[in-house]
């Protein structure tokens, strides 16, 4: 079994970070954006031992890692698991832009 390392693109790490300091914001507090930058790091972890989990998408070559409601759109390498972007589903879907 290939142990793949995952990479995250700069639009990826922009829109994690977005999301939680969103939460943050509106929460006024930091506790539900750490909770789910948690379960986030904890469900792709399972990406190394099972990269094929996320559903296919319309895009050769990415699928779509599920997590509450949010989709993790990546790609798998020899290497690596690249993850292109992360989407909130209640957003606009015609504003998602995944490579």
């Not at 094929?52 to 319309?58: F, M």
Request: hydrophobic fraction near 40%; glycine fraction near 4%; charged fraction near 35%.
């Amino acid at each position: 079994m290939v142990k793949r390392k995952i990479v995250w693109s700069k639009r990826a790490s922009k829109k994690l970070f977005e999301i939680l300091e969103f939460y943050t914001d509106r929460n006024k507090s930091p506790k539900y954006s750490a909770k789910l930058y948690k379960k986030i790091v904890k469900e792709l972890s399972l990406l190394n031992k099972h990269p094929e989990i996320g559903v296919n998408t319309d895009l050769e070559n990415i699928r779509g890692l599920i997590i509450g409601n949010f989709i993790i759109f990546y790609e798998i390498t020899f290497e690596d698991i690249l993850v292109h972007t992360i989407w909130d589903c209640r957003q606009d879907p015609d504003e998602l832009k995944i490579k």
